[in-house]
């Protein structure tokens, strides 16, 4: 049985942070990614001239220290800081995001009843859910034109089982006064008003983490089998490891299941994502660099444009599907002509010849965070950690943040662990 003091369960961004920040010598821990490429959800592919992710991944940073950390390990004038455009399209209209603090650019019969309801806000309404704080601070005009459609259809559930925070920082709030503000002084500034975007995809971040890692301490296409937090010991698809500390960025409940601890795996649930790249033989809008989509009788949440990015002269587009993690994603070709028709009905590939497409399925890609959840995995993870178990990132904290937030937590944990 091999022997080792950091076994990292895990090579996207969470898992290479912590080796990168480990003060651990090299011959001390070993990275264990079951794909057979690292990176995660932070893959990137290269098709017939077109530059998609899995998903769109763009990086949002608020520490220098960090954005500068992975600049140093890349090409010189290799990613571009962009300042953000995007939009919601609402019955044909194509407003500004947020949506709550432009509903004067809507048709006005829509602005109109948003207004109203915004003034008539029922503040006494008992704030249990996401869906009641939504209707406490922003009315039902503007809940039911796009924030409830839109996140259920993200979500892929009903808004009252998520709890009220879980979108913390990152969801947009805005005050009466700065709405009624935005009709005369525009101001849409929001977390990721600019973003960062390496020019060869997402990958390249994850390239700059691995710069420093020898490349032996990075075990593609091996799998953790099973855990014993008491004995200490992982068994991988592989071997059997003897370790001091895990660190996991696999999706918590997973965690639980591989290192048998009993839980209520109802208290876990999340949405999948089904995501298509589609690559066009010309150029299509060019406002955007990201569209909302609320409607239901559109298949897709959200699609962006690679293309407005990297300034090319083919439309290159990601488009999003929320599903419920139980249902069966069905046949890839079906989703693809039902994408195609609603892109032709919302006028964004008009007259254009898809050339390339691809897609992958995220799951999980949302976890549905309540107040069970977040009880459950406070309680596990301190559990855990007094077995030298420490789980991290998106997933492994079960929570919504920022793929910085990922990294900042890894270097956190392993200046703790020294």
Same mark, same amino acid.
């Given at each position: 049985m091999?022997?080792i003091?950091?076994?990292i369960?895990?090579?996207g961004?969470?898992?290479l942070?912590?080796?990168n920040?480990?003060p651990?010598t090299?011959d001390?821990?070993?990275v264990?990614e079951?794909?057979?490429?690292?990176?995660?959800?932070c893959?990137? *592919?290269r098709?017939d &001239?077109?530059?998609w992710?899995?998903? &769109? @991944?763009f990086?949002h940073?608020?520490?220098?220290t960090?954005?500068?950390y992975?600049?140093?390990r890349?090409?010189?004038?290799?990613?571009?800081t962009i300042?953000k455009?995007?939009?919601?399209l609402?019955?044909g209209v194509?407003i500004d995001?947020?949506?709550q603090?432009? *509903?004067?650019?809507?048709?006005k019969?829509?602005?109109?009843?948003?207004?109203?309801d915004?003034?008539?806000?029922d503040?006494d309404r008992?704030?249990?859910?996401f869906?009641?704080m939504?209707?406490?601070?922003l009315g039902?005009? *503007?809940c039911?034109r796009?924030?409830?459609p839109y996140n259920?259809?993200?979500?892929a559930?009903?808004l009252?089982r998520l709890?009220?925070?879980a979108?913390?920082?990152f969801f947009?709030?805005a005050k009466?006064?700065?709405?009624i503000?935005?009709?005369v002084?525009?101001?849409n500034?929001?977390?990721?008003a600019?973003? +960062?975007?390496?020019?060869?995809?997402?990958?390249e971040?994850?390239? %700059?983490?691995? @710069?420093d !890692?020898?490349d032996e301490?990075?075990s593609l296409?091996?799998?953790l089998v099973?855990?014993d937090?008491?004995a200490r010991i992982a068994? +991988?698809?592989?071997?059997?490891?003897?370790?001091?500390?895990v660190?996991?960025?696999?999706p918590?409940?997973?965690l639980?299941?591989?290192?048998n601890?009993?839980?209520?795996?109802?208290?876990y649930? %999340?949405?999948?994502?089904?995501?298509?790249? !589609?690559?066009?033989d010309?150029?299509?809008p060019?406002?955007?660099h990201?569209?909302?989509?609320?409607?239901?009788d559109?298949?897709?949440?959200?699609?962006?444009?690679?293309d407005?990015i990297?300034?090319?002269?083919r439309?290159?587009?990601?488009i999003?599907?929320?599903?419920p993690?139980d249902?069966e994603v069905g046949?890839?070709?079906t989703?693809?002509?039902r994408?195609?028709?609603?892109?032709?009905?919302? &006028? *964004?590939s008009?007259?254009?010849?898809l050339?390339s497409?691809?897609?992958?399925?995220?799951?999980p890609?949302?976890?549905?965070?309540?107040?069970d959840?977040q +009880?459950?995995?406070a309680?596990?993870?301190?559990w855990? %950690?007094?077995?030298g178990i420490?789980?991290?990132?998106?997933y492994g904290?079960?929570?919504y943040?920022?793929?910085?937030?990922?990294?900042l937590?890894?270097r956190?944990?392993?200046?703790e662990?020294?």
């Amino acid at each position: 049985m091999e022997s080792i003091r950091t076994l990292i369960v895990g090579g996207g961004v969470s898992g290479l942070a912590f080796a990168n920040f480990t003060p651990s010598t090299t011959d001390q821990w070993l990275v264990l990614e079951r794909e057979k490429e690292p990176g995660g959800y932070c893959r990137t *592919i290269r098709q017939d &001239g077109f530059v998609w992710d899995f998903s &769109g @991944h763009f990086f949002h940073f608020r520490d220098p220290t960090m954005e500068g950390y992975l600049r140093d390990r890349m090409p010189a004038d290799s990613v571009e800081t962009i300042v953000k455009s995007s939009g919601v399209l609402f019955d044909g209209v194509r407003i500004d995001f947020p949506f709550q603090k432009n *509903i004067h650019q809507l048709p006005k019969e829509h602005f109109l009843a948003c207004l109203h309801d915004l003034y008539f806000l029922d503040t006494d309404r008992t704030v249990d859910s996401f869906k009641d704080m939504l209707y406490t601070r922003l009315g039902k005009g *503007i809940c039911e034109r796009f924030l409830i459609p839109y996140n259920e259809k993200l979500y892929a559930c009903d808004l009252d089982r998520l709890d009220a925070d879980a979108m913390g920082r990152f969801f947009p709030h805005a005050k009466v006064d700065d709405i009624i503000r935005n009709f005369v002084t525009p101001d849409n500034q929001s977390y990721n008003a600019a973003f +960062t975007y390496p020019r060869g995809g997402a990958i390249e971040y994850i390239r %700059a983490l691995l @710069h420093d !890692l020898p490349d032996e301490r990075v075990s593609l296409g091996e799998s953790l089998v099973a855990l014993d937090p008491e004995a200490r010991i992982a068994t +991988t698809s592989t071997r059997t490891i003897q370790y001091e500390n895990v660190i996991s960025s696999m999706p918590f409940n997973r965690l639980l299941a591989m290192a048998n601890v009993p839980h209520d795996s109802t208290i876990y649930s %999340a949405n999948k994502v089904l995501v298509f790249n !589609l690559g066009f033989d010309r150029k299509g809008p060019e406002q955007d660099h990201w569209l909302y989509i609320p409607h239901a009788d559109i298949s897709f949440y959200r699609v962006g444009f690679y293309d407005n990015i990297f300034h090319t002269d083919r439309m290159s587009l990601y488009i999003e599907i929320g599903l419920p993690s139980d249902a069966e994603v069905g046949d890839l070709n079906t989703w693809l002509e039902r994408v195609l028709a609603d892109l032709e009905t919302l &006028g *964004i590939s008009e007259g254009h010849k898809l050339v390339s497409w691809h897609s992958v399925v995220l799951d999980p890609a949302y976890v549905h965070i309540t107040k069970d959840s977040q +009880t459950d995995v406070a309680e596990k993870k301190a559990w855990l %950690a007094e077995r030298g178990i420490h789980s991290i990132g998106r997933y492994g904290s079960w929570t919504y943040c920022s793929i910085e937030d990922n990294m900042l937590e890894a270097r956190a944990l392993a200046e703790e662990l020294g």
